[in-house]
């Protein structure tokens, strides 16, 4: 005989989706890569990288 189990609860304390973007904003790097057209019509590559929690950007 089979019986349903009713999904466990939410452990108090753990994050869950909701939280774990606003709680980890400050640990996230993102990275893209840019190609820039001078007025020359030269092309420059730009990799750039961007810190989520204080929206710094290093263009390398």
Do not use: Q
């Not at 089979?2 to 869950?16: D, E, L, V, W």
């Not at 996230?28 to 950007?57: M, N, P, Q, W």
């Amino acid at each position: 005989m089979c019986t349903a189990r009713s999904p466990t609860p939410p452990t108090p304390g753990r994050p869950n989706l909701a939280t774990v973007p606003d709680r980890s904003a400050h640990t996230i790097i993102a990275c893209d890569f840019l190609l820039v057209e001078t007025i020359l019509l030269k092309r420059l590559y730009v990799l750039v990288f961007i810190e989520h929690g204080t929206h710094s950007t290093w263009p390398e």
